[in-house]
């Protein structure tokens, strides 16, 4: 009766050892997968990184404007209020008179038409 006890006991940890053994073989094969993954997408990123720095580059963004018959701008100019604007070179305003008829209508508070809202 021993003997059978011991055999089966022994053919029970047998069993119990070949299971995680297997178990541990499909957890190590899914590790592997994974790694091959990450190196697929890591090789993707730095692939799409290099293409966003040749898209991003100066002399591909002129290039391209100059194809669709894009200009430089010509200098800029900072506006103060209550000074008259006057037109430069390739440049008009909609009306001088404007700008100063809705400084006329402005009321103490800075707002137009004098209701303060």
Same mark, same amino acid.
């Given at each position: 009766?021993? $003997?059978?006890? %011991?055999?089966?006991?022994?053919?029970?940890?047998?069993?119990? =050892? /070949?299971?995680?053994?297997?178990? +541990? #073989?499909?957890?190590?094969?899914?590790?592997?997968?994974?790694?091959?993954?990450? $190196?697929?997408? %890591?090789?993707?990123?730095?692939?799409?990184?290099?293409?966003? =720095? /040749?898209?991003?580059?100066?002399? +591909? #963004?002129?290039?391209?404007?100059?194809?669709?018959?894009?200009?430089?701008?010509?200098?800029?100019?900072?506006?103060?209020?209550?000074?008259?604007?006057?037109?430069?070179?390739?440049?008009?305003?909609?009306?001088?008179?404007?700008?100063?008829?809705?400084?006329?209508?402005?009321?103490?508070?800075?707002?137009?038409?004098?209701?303060?809202?």
């Amino acid at each position: 009766m021993l $003997a059978v006890l %011991s055999g089966m006991m022994f053919f029970a940890v047998l069993f119990g =050892a /070949v299971t995680i053994q297997a178990q +541990r #073989i499909e957890g190590q094969r899914q590790i592997d997968q994974l790694d091959r993954d990450i $190196a697929e997408q %890591s090789d993707l990123h730095r692939s799409l990184r290099a293409q966003v =720095a /040749v898209s991003e580059s100066p002399e +591909r #963004i002129m290039a391209e404007a100059q194809k669709l018959d894009m200009v430089e701008p010509g200098p800029v100019a900072p506006l103060v209020a209550g000074t008259p604007i006057t037109p430069t070179s390739g440049s008009a305003p909609a009306s001088t008179t404007e700008a100063s008829d809705t400084s006329r209508s402005s009321d103490s508070t800075g707002t137009a038409g004098g209701s303060g809202r």
